[in-house]
């Protein structure tokens, strides 16, 4: 296959991990004050992305990424709100594990990962662009 | 664009008295038609592909992918469509 297209097909799987990346930080932040329904129960659970290297599926060369959405195992914060639905017997109420610090980060982190591969297509493009220049030369 | 590439190839194996052309007259049409044949599908694919990717059925970034993939393979045929009549003008300009 033709590395630049190539290239661009690698850059293009970034722009889907990322956007997906997006979408998690997306449900973080909309879910940070998702409680439970039942005294004690769950609260959200922070998603994250995991991104791998995908090196079978193209063959030689590969190295688009691949994306798993993977639950933040951390620990829930406690608050205490007697008054409320999920209420423990105590009194606390089990927040979810979202930092709002963290979430700003991997959003930043994120539009900053799309931009670079933007960055490759928009190069790949041109290079091949010139290669076509090329063929339209007259001498 | 499939009509005209396609004359346009055939058209050069077709001249007659030029026998450069003339031993391979066969194959450079047979490959002229394939080869604007494959430009229409990649075309055709873009095409639905951009379509599914404004309704938000497939992620907007295949559909790019894809209409850019098209917009090189016809901007490559372009230029090589582009030679080949230039070629056949040259030659229907040569004095004998």
């Not at chain 1, 005294?39 to 290297?53: E, H, L």
């Not at chain 2, 098209?70 to 469509?81: H, N, S």
């Amino acid at each position: 296959m033709d590395p630049l297209r190539f290239s661009g097909e690698i850059a293009f799987s970034a722009l889907q991990a990322q956007s997906l990346r997006m979408k998690a930080v997306a449900q973080n932040i909309a879910n940070a004050e998702s409680t439970g329904n039942t005294p004690g129960a769950d609260p959200y659970r922070r998603k994250t992305v995991m991104f791998q290297s995908e090196l079978e599926r193209l063959g030689i060369g590969g190295g688009q990424v691949k994306t798993e959405v993977q639950d933040d195992l951390s620990a829930f914060r406690l608050e205490y709100n007697p008054s409320h639905k999920a209420a423990d017997a105590k009194g606390y109420v089990k927040m979810p594990n979202v930092n709002m610090v963290v979430e700003m980060a991997d959003m930043r982190q994120s539009l900053r990962s799309y931009d670079a591969n933007l960055q490759v297509i928009r190069q790949g493009r041109s290079m091949a662009n010139g290669l076509i220049e090329l063929l339209k030369s007259n001498g | 664009v499939n009509l005209e590439m396609t004359i346009a190839i055939s058209g050069l194996g077709a001249i007659p008295n030029a026998p450069m052309f003339q031993p391979t007259a066969q194959n450079q049409s047979s490959a002229g038609a394939s080869f604007a044949e494959n430009l229409f599908d990649v075309m055709r694919q873009a095409e639905s592909t951009a379509i599914a990717g404004i309704n938000g059925q497939i992620p907007m970034q295949d559909a790019v992918l894809k209409v850019m993939e098209a917009e090189r393979t016809f901007a490559a045929a372009m230029a090589i469509k582009d030679k080949a009549v230039n070629a056949y003008l040259e030659l229907s300009r040569m004095q004998i």
